[in-house]
């Protein structure tokens, strides 16, 4: 019986962690949502549950709300701020657990906009449109009504399209731009930088709790073109090879076989609106890139 359960349970794996991973930003987070419904299922059996997808989907809904309210509570700090945990893959994006994870545009910047939710507003948002369950069936996870989780929703897809652009959908256009911003870097030369740079762009970089002051952002092209003695150093002091991050244009960047950083880039009409890095060394460890989502 529990190995007719877990086959059942195996088919469904992908799915719940890509909803974990929309609604927690991390990848570790997300496995352990995705066992604590294995561990509830398996206390519970199948006979009284229907739809057994559904049952499990809104069991990691419920597991990674109260994850979510319990790490608000942690995270009085504001060094505690950090990027969310990035999906590396090659260029093809051939791993189908990869492109499930990375699903509907669910990029670096969007999910940093996710960050910025209350976990109520996130979990109505997650589900519904991104998973596209019906509020009935959201409501109940958080002891509201229909109508208020709808509200909820609405209210967190409002503060998502303002703050994510609509990313350039040419895999070629956009790693056109990168190798634009490769160039001016390593040239450094500051007119071809500003040449790619949104007007608006935002710098993420995420170095861990060894960058003073946390997590460094910075707004606008002036701000973002004044480290261009950083971007610098490190197109002319690490190797970088090009990756899908979270299913857009990215960089991986390695010195003496050591992962540095990972850059992630959000391209629209043609210019780099967000650039997210992520060179935190205890988290950077963590990450096998020869199997990127684990």
């Given at each position: 019986m529990t190995d007719c359960l877990a086959r059942r349970f195996e088919e469904h794996r992908t799915h719940l962690k890509a909803v974990a991973y929309r609604m927690l930003g991390s990848l570790t987070d997300a496995d352990d949502a995705v066992q604590e419904a294995w561990l509830r299922l398996d206390?519970?059996?199948?006979?009284?549950?229907?739809?057994?997808?559904?049952?499990l989907t809104t069991v990691v809904g419920r597991v990674c709300l109260d994850m979510l309210r319990?790490?608000?509570?942690?995270?009085?700090?504001?060094?505690?701020?950090?990027?969310?945990?990035?999906?590396?893959?090659?260029?093809?994006?051939?791993d189908p657990e990869h492109r499930a994870l990375v699903a509907d545009a669910v990029?670096?910047?969007?999910?940093?906009?996710?960050?910025?939710?209350?976990?109520?507003?996130?979990?109505?948002?997650?589900?519904?449109?991104?998973?596209?369950?019906?509020?009935?069936?959201?409501?109940?996870?958080?002891?509201?009504?229909p109508v208020a989780t709808r509200k909820l929703a609405s209210?967190?897809?409002?503060?998502v399209r303002g703050a994510t652009p609509v990313p350039d959908p040419d895999p070629a256009a956009r790693r056109r731009v990168v190798?634009?911003?490769?160039?001016?870097?390593?040239?450094?030369?500051?007119t071809a930088l500003m040449a790619v740079l949104d007007p608006d762009v935002t710098l993420r970089a995420d170095g861990g709790k060894?960058?003073?002051?946390?997590?460094?952002?910075?707004?606008?092209?002036?701000?973002?073109?004044?480290?261009?003695?950083?971007?610098?150093?490190?197109?002319?002091?690490?190797t970088t090879r090009h990756a899908l991050v979270n299913g857009t244009a990215g960089l991986v960047n390695t010195a003496a076989g050591e992962l540095v950083s990972i850059m992630s880039f959000t391209i629209a009409e043609g210019r780099i609106v967000s650039i997210d890095i992520l060179s935190d060394p205890h988290r950077l460890a963590e990450l096998d890139l020869s199997d990127p989502g684990r």
């Open positions: 206390r519970t059996g199948t006979a009284e549950i229907d739809n057994l997808g559904g049952w319990a790490r608000r509570l942690r995270r009085e700090d504001p060094l505690d701020a950090r990027l969310p945990d990035p999906v590396v893959d090659d260029d093809d994006g051939a990029g670096l910047a969007l999910l940093v906009v996710l960050e910025s939710l209350n976990p109520a507003e996130r979990l109505a948002f997650v589900l519904h449109d991104l998973f596209g369950l019906p509020f009935e069936q959201i409501a109940p996870i958080m002891d509201r009504t209210r967190a897809r409002r503060r190798d634009a911003f490769l160039a001016a870097a390593r040239g450094g030369d500051l060894a960058l003073p002051g946390g997590m460094m952002v910075l707004h606008g092209a002036d701000a973002v073109a004044g480290r261009l003695a950083t971007f610098h150093r490190m197109a002319t002091s690490t």
